[in-house]
């Protein structure tokens, strides 16, 4: 049974940062596609970054540039270093794992389904 965990979440004012992980479980996950979505209240989820298992990512513009994903070297773990957070990162975040390759395309359209999600885990920054 697949499982994806998140933790890291938490409360910080403007400015700061947090540092995410989601650790998986149930898999060997060396070749799966990972990345993280956030959801803000009255939104849609949307994808933050994803990382492929050869080095490739992708990150939403909203967040280049301040936010960085990185895997373990066993790539059961996946990280999201938030820096210069702002209010509008005020979301939910989930973790994904999907065992189809990078495919950047579907980041670039907001089309990519993953297979597994985590059950989030809140980020909030208070201006």
């Known amino acids: 049974q697949v499982q994806l965990v998140e933790s890291g979440g938490g409360l910080v004012q403007a400015g700061g940062s947090l540092r995410l992980s989601c650790a998986a479980s149930?898999?060997?996950?060396?070749?799966?596609?990972m990345g993280w979505f956030r959801q803000a209240p009255g939104k849609e989820r949307d994808i933050v970054s994803v990382?492929?298992?050869?080095?490739?990512?992708y990150y939403a513009d909203s967040v280049k540039g301040r936010f960085t994903i990185s895997r373990d070297g066993g790539k059961s773990a996946v990280y999201l270093q938030m820096n210069s957070l702002k209010a509008e990162d005020t979301a939910v975040y989930y973790c994904?794992?999907?065992?189809?390759?990078?495919?950047?395309?579907?980041?670039?359209?907001?089309?990519?389904?993953?297979?597994?999600w985590g059950q989030g885990t809140q980020v909030t920054v208070s201006s």
């Open positions: 994904a794992a999907d065992p189809n390759g990078y495919r950047a395309s579907s980041y670039y359209t907001r089309s990519w389904q993953p297979d597994y």
């Open positions: 149930g898999r060997t996950f060396s070749y799966y596609t």
């Open positions: 990382t492929g298992w050869n080095g490739g990512t």
